[in-house]
């Protein structure tokens, strides 16, 4: 009887396993759904970075086919011929379907004779706010901002925008041939310190604002 026992208490436990993982596959599934169905909604608006990050999203979720597909699709359209032809050639790796291989064979037919095509050279402008910050390309420095149609080599860069008092901005560029890439940028203020001293010392300091915050006893300094 004991032995029978332990039978059914492992299967119950077996049971609720299979039960608690298939739960949280389908809650994946469903957000994979969410995120795809926002990608396909900014896509539509030819938000082309934002349809991006919503299907990688989902890719992550559920690493569907399907999903690759749509990802190079974004990526043709977007003009990024590159990053195209390797979603593609992904997508290829991962169906057996000779309707759907032939389709995305096509595609990449096409998609290297562009690339064999394009220029080697595109164009890249920056304006920021407020003006004269300084540019820098893979850290050379190109100028201070605004900065008008500077030529650059074909792909991607490191981009650096910085200013004296304000954050310094560093971010991913994409230099497409033949193209001008358009930034624009409104630069963020960089917090300064505030200290207090009171005469006699010791008095109990409170800033208010949105939610007021205690900073003790002076002498003390908070962020502005």
């Known amino acids: 009887m004991k032995r029978s026992s332990k039978i059914v208490i492992l299967s119950v436990m077996a049971v609720s396993m299979l039960l608690c993982g298939s739960v949280l596959a389908q809650d994946k599934l469903q957000r994979a759904r969410q ?4 990608g396909t909604e900014f896509y539509k608006q030819k938000q082309y970075d934002l349809a991006l990050r919503e299907l990688m999203e989902a890719y992550k979720l559920d690493p569907n086919p399907v999903l690759v597909f749509n990802i190079a699709r974004v990526h043709e359209d977007k003009g990024d011929n590159h990053n195209a032809v390797k979603y593609y050639e992904s997508y290829l790796m991962m169906v057996k379907s000779r309707r759907k ?3 995305a064979r096509k595609k990449l037919k096409k998609l290297k004779r562009l690339l064999k095509n394009q220029p080697k050279m595109g164009f890249l ?11 820098r390309v893979d850290g050379q420095d190109i100028g201070k901002s605004p ?3 500077r030529q650059l080599s074909m792909g991607r860069h490191d981009l650096e925008i910085s200013l004296s008092n304000f954050e310094t901005h560093r971010a991913q560029l994409l230099i497409m041939g033949g193209q001008t890439t358009q930034i624009d940028f409104q630069l963020r203020e960089m917090p300064g310190t505030i200290f207090i001293s009171t005469t006699p010392p010791d008095a109990t300091v409170t800033v208010f604002g949105a939610q007021p915050r205690s900073l003790g006893k002076c002498p003390c300094s908070f962020q502005a």
Not at 35 to 38: C, E, G, S, V
Not at 125 to 135: D, E
């Open 101 to 103: 291989r032939a389709k």
């Open 35 to 38: 995120h795809y169905q926002r």
């Open 147 to 149: 900065i008008s149609a």
């Open 125 to 135: 402008s920056i304006r920021t706010s407020p003006p004269g910050a300084v540019v």
